[in-house]
């Protein structure tokens, strides 16, 4: 079942910036395997990212194997600091459908 997440993250989209690019070099790609849209957008508070899923256990293994290291890894962050802070306010879309046309490709 498609899964769908909208994160408001109170970091400087630097932390985005930085977070994104070595996740893509770890990858090899822009998109996770599982992640049909990824949106990442600049808020008075910092950024928000929004993603598409093929299932929710595909964002869970992308969190647990990729993403969160990286954050540790950009952050400085201690794994107890971390979980201390806990998730980045965050609310589950309830998709009803997905279109993006081929052009929407847009690299920043």
Same mark, same amino acid.
């Given at each position: ?5 909208? *994160? %408001? =993250?109170?970091?400087?989209?630097? *932390?985005?910036?930085?977070? !994104? $690019? ?8 822009? *998109? ?5 849209? !990824?949106? $990442?957008?600049?808020? +008075? ?10 299932? !929710?256990e595909a964002? +869970?293994?992308?969190? %647990?194997?990729?993403?969160?290291? =990286?954050?540790?890894?950009? @952050?400085?962050? @201690?794994?107890?600091e *971390? ?6 306010? @965050?609310?589950?879309? %309830?998709?009803l459908?997905?279109?993006? %046309?081929?052009?929407?490709? =847009?690299g920043?």
């Amino acid at each position: 079942m498609t899964y769908a997440i909208t *994160m %408001d =993250v109170p970091q400087p989209a630097e *932390m985005y910036e930085k977070v !994104h $690019a070595i996740v893509t070099q770890r990858l090899g790609r822009e *998109m996770p395997e599982g992640c049909l849209l !990824h949106l $990442a957008t600049r808020t +008075d508070g910092g950024f928000s990212v929004t993603e598409v899923w093929e299932t !929710h256990e595909a964002a +869970d293994r992308f969190g %647990d194997d990729v993403l969160r290291p =990286v954050i540790l890894e950009v @952050s400085g962050l @201690s794994p107890a600091e *971390m979980l201390a802070q806990g998730p980045p306010p @965050s609310r589950e879309l %309830d998709v009803l459908g997905l279109t993006v %046309d081929a052009r929407a490709r =847009v690299g920043v």
